[in-house]
């Protein structure tokens, strides 16, 4: 586990020396635990084995010390039974121990648990005795015992290896889960292990030279994100819990204050120690972002938001009417007049379609439910006299995640945009574009001018490449004015700050609550690391305690985690752990556009839900939001059940403006 050691004395050794991480370090390579991830399976294991001797002891009295209890090879069934006795209780025994290393210190305080590593090597000579026992009995069982006047003997041979058996394969399955495919991998290494994944992920999709640079950029991506993070999923769970404990906190102002000692200076003093700086508390809003939302905004939000539910299809129809969803498409399901692209014989997706719209058939023009990378499925339909919709859907197969995670910003050239440059999300660029060149190919885009009024409009991945189509048709296709957009829920990662303000007057995003989509984006997804570590640093509590927090019954306050007092040294620990799991920070050229700040459209509404409510339908509140504030992502159970369509969809119809 070791990749580098500290002394348990005053003062620490010279930075210099290789430092312990959380990530265990075993058999050579980095696996997926944490050496305080092993309490409640150790404690499960040490009881399990527990129990069984106590039976295997039961056997024993009463079946080989019977009298009639006369059989061939009798000597060795009593020698297999007095071993699985011994090394049963063997096992509870130091299970039990493994679990008391494992209890020991907070996240980062890994020397209180050096003895972890090689309690895992006892653990697994002991796992090939156990193997040696079940080979054992199974040779046994498989002699012939027909001689045996006391069949009780050949049963509790057969339970005893048996359940051996299980005992044998339940640490091989625990290793199974634990093992990190790219443990062994230097950061060289790092991309072209998610450059693997990604192609493993999407197996089925035709390898062109589009996809093969689609793959190669989300690696970069993730590469970016994930490089250097030595955090297990249980870190990532336990820092998400005190992020939540923490944002709570900031929110209403409640200072965290020791008892008996005084109150831990985290808010300041570890923030400087970890090379962190606090959001600042004074952000420039512009006048239009103190404006009152009209509740004529909100209307035009609610009357277009059928279309954006029915770029989705069939999936979400049958999600939203799961008992009769079915039936009702069979009954739509009919000879439509209108082409299709990517749609299965039986048509669901464009029933869907005109089920949720409330359009005709007629009035569809065009629509596309295929699954491509930086391709979404969208259609195009005449929603009113002279008014051209057209619905890009979100994100619904790995293709489409492919391209939310081909997140590297990307230079577009807009005139009249303030600033020296303008840069938008790649992958959803190269979506729009790909949207145009279709319409290209099917003869729609010069039929677009003929129209007054083109509203585009999406939910997710299709609000951002709505928007940036948007930017596209308006200003390299000069359709001008006639060219609005609704964004609902748009990606953070979208537009940098100079284009977003210069979409401020045809492009509005709402989205609902907590949402974390409109926050997401590289930088923030960075930003979030380093807060999750420094949470993770100061807590002074062990994973265990953290995660527990999740239940309600069990639930407490940030002050339990972080208001004890500690002495420096532990502290400095933690700290040192935290420092070298912080992404190293370079002044290359591609670093720096790879973690600029990313926004979504300026013109930003936000839907809250109402305190104090009684029963019945929950109630929104609409609030203008300064997008500076979406550089922060909130940690709250509804982040993601915030974004999904349906519910925009029941905010939207709950808004008080209605």
């Known amino acids: 586990m070791t990749i580098f050691s500290l002394k348990k004395d005053k003062n620490l050794q010279d930075n210099s020396r290789n430092q312990e991480m959380p990530g265990m370090i075993l058999f050579g390579r980095r696996w997926n635990v944490a050496t305080d991830d092993f309490v409640v399976s150790s404690l499960l294991a040490s009881l399990s084995h527990l129990a069984w001797t106590a039976v295997t002891i039961y056997f024993y009295a009463s079946c080989f010390s019977a009298p009639e209890a006369v059989c061939d090879g009798y000597d060795i069934r009593q020698a297999f039974g007095l071993s699985a006795i011994c090394l049963h209780g063997m096992q509870s025994v130091l299970y039990a121990i493994f679990c008391f290393f494992s209890f020991r210190g907070t996240v980062f305080e890994l020397s209180k648990r050096r003895n972890v590593p090689v309690m895992i090597g006892v653990l697994t000579a002991v796992t090939v005795l156990q193997f040696a026992?079940?080979?054992?009995?199974?040779?046994?069982?498989?002699?012939?015992?027909?001689?045996?006047?006391?069949?009780?003997?050949?049963?509790?041979?057969?339970?005893?290896?048996?359940?051996?058996?299980?005992?044998?394969?339940?640490?091989?399955?625990?290793?199974?889960?634990?093992f990190d495919g790219v443990g062994h991998i230097d950061s060289d290494g790092y991309e072209r292990a998610w450059h693997r994944r990604c192609r493993f992920l999407c197996c089925c999709i035709q390898d062109s030279a589009s996809e093969r640079d689609a793959f190669q950029s989300v690696s970069k991506t993730m590469t970016t994100i994930f490089r250097n993070t030595d955090l297990t999923p249980t870190d990532v769970a336990a820092g998400m819990v005190l992020m939540n404990l923490r944002q709570q906190e900031k929110s209403t102002q409640?200072?965290?204050?020791?008892?008996?000692?005084?109150?831990?200076?985290?808010?300041?003093?570890?923030?400087?120690?970890?090379?962190?700086?606090?959001?600042?508390?004074?952000?420039?809003?512009?006048?239009?972002?103190?404006?009152?939302?009209?509740?004529?905004?909100?209307?035009?939000?609610?009357?277009?938001?059928?279309?954006?539910?029915?770029?989705?299809?069939?999936?979400?129809?049958?999600?939203?009417?799961?008992?009769t969803g079915s039936c009702r498409l069979m009954c739509r399901r009919k000879a439509f007049k209108f082409s299709a692209v990517g749609e299965g014989c039986c048509r669901f997706d464009s029933a869907a379609l005109l089920a949720f719209t409330g359009l005709q058939d007629r009035d569809i023009i065009f629509a596309n439910f295929g699954n491509k990378v930086c391709l979404?499925?969208?259609?195009?339909?005449?929603?009113?006299?002279?008014?051209?919709?057209?619905?890009?859907?979100?994100?619904?197969?790995f293709q489409d995640c492919l391209t939310d995670a081909f997140a590297i910003p990307t230079l577009i050239k807009i005139e009249g945009c303030p600033g020296e440059a303008c840069y938008v999300h790649s992958g959803m660029l190269r979506g729009a574009r790909n949207v145009v060149a279709m319409m290209k190919a099917e003869g729609l885009l010069d039929a677009l001018l003929l129209h007054r009024n083109i509203v585009i409009l999406g939910h997710s991945l299709g609000a951002g490449v709505a928007s940036i189509l948007t930017i596209l048709l308006r200003e390299e296709h000069k359709m001008g004015s006639r060219v609005s957009c609704l964004a609902y829920a748009p990606p953070g990662g979208l537009l940098?700050?100079?284009?977003?303000?210069?979409?401020?007057?045809?492009?509005?995003?709402?989205?609902?609550?907590?949402?974390?989509?409109?926050r997401l984006s590289v930088f923030t997804m960075n930003e979030l690391r380093k807060r999750m570590i420094e949470a993770l640093?100061?807590?002074?509590?062990?994973?265990?305690?953290?995660?527990?927090?999740?239940?309600?019954?069990?639930?407490?306050?940030?002050?339990?985690?972080?208001?004890?007092?500690?002495?420096?040294?532990?502290l400095d620990e933690a700290m040192m752990v935290a420092k070298d799991l912080l992404p190293e920070t370079t002044e290359s050229p591609t670093d720096a556009i790879m973690n600029m700040k990313m926004y979504p459209p300026v013109n930003f509404i936000n839907l809250l839900p109402q305190s104090g409510q009684g029963k019945g339908k929950e109630q929104f509140r609409a609030l203008r939001v300064d997008i500076e504030e979406l550089q922060e992502i909130l940690v709250t159970t509804a982040m993601v059940s915030d974004h999904m369509p349906d519910k925009l969809f029941e905010a939207l119809q709950g808004c008080i403006f209605r």
């Open 496 to 518: 940098s700050r100079n284009l977003s303000e210069h979409t401020r007057k045809y492009i509005r995003a709402i989205a609902r609550g907590q949402d974390m989509i409109p």
């Open 537 to 570: 640093a100061l807590s002074r509590r062990h994973k265990i305690y953290i995660l527990r927090n999740c239940c309600v019954c069990t639930r407490r306050s940030a002050a339990y985690f972080f208001d004890d007092c500690v002495d420096d040294s532990t």
């Open 133 to 178: 026992l079940s080979v054992w009995g199974s040779a046994l069982h498989m002699q012939n015992t027909t001689t045996c006047i006391h069949h009780c003997i050949t049963d509790a041979i057969v339970a005893m290896f048996l359940v051996s058996w299980v005992f044998t394969l339940l640490p091989f399955l625990t290793m199974l889960f634990a």
């Open 376 to 397: 979404p499925g969208f259609f195009i339909a005449a929603a009113a006299e002279n008014e051209i919709v057209i619905g890009v859907r979100g994100t619904l197969s």
């Open 254 to 323: 409640v200072a965290i204050v020791g008892i008996g000692c005084p109150p831990l200076p985290y808010q300041d003093v570890e923030l400087v120690d970890l090379g962190l700086e606090e959001p600042s508390a004074e952000r420039a809003s512009s006048p239009s972002n103190t404006e009152p939302v009209t509740s004529a905004e909100i209307d035009r939000f609610m009357s277009y938001a059928k279309y954006y539910l029915g770029a989705y299809g069939s999936l979400l129809y049958l999600w939203n009417n799961i008992f």
